[in-house]
């Protein structure tokens, strides 16, 4: 009789223990990125101010990241980032009036999510602009 509840309490922690690990890969994806400075450019595109972005700001930089040629690389990390979001999105609406604190920390690594999001956007311009110029010097 242990065999099947040992199953089950697999099968009922796992998505458990992945959802954790995924949790904890995008907030160090975050964390890495806050440590990039964006370029001149790269503020002036995406409207970006300061060292922190809001999390509204997010989608307008997928759609903005959307226009440029992918250097190869990025697009994984983008697509967890992404999910991420969506994932806070998700908890926020659900928690928001029980938990304050929580709601606060949700919207702090939206924010992040944000600025990981102008981080390769950033790094896409300079792709473009790598491709454009080498396309000139031919």
Known sequence: MIGPFVATAIIAVSPLAFLQFFAWYCHSLIA?????GL????REISGVTRRTVRG?????????????PEPGGDIYKLRAV???FGMLGFIHDQLSRAFPAAAKWIELERSGCAYAAAVVLDGRMTYSRTLISRQLVS
Do not use: H
């Open 32 to 36: 890495k990125s806050r440590e990039v």
């Open 56 to 68: 509204d700001q997010f989608i307008r930089l997928r759609q903005l990241i959307a226009l440029f």
């Open 39 to 42: 370029s001149e450019s790269a």
């Open 82 to 84: 992404s999910i991420y």
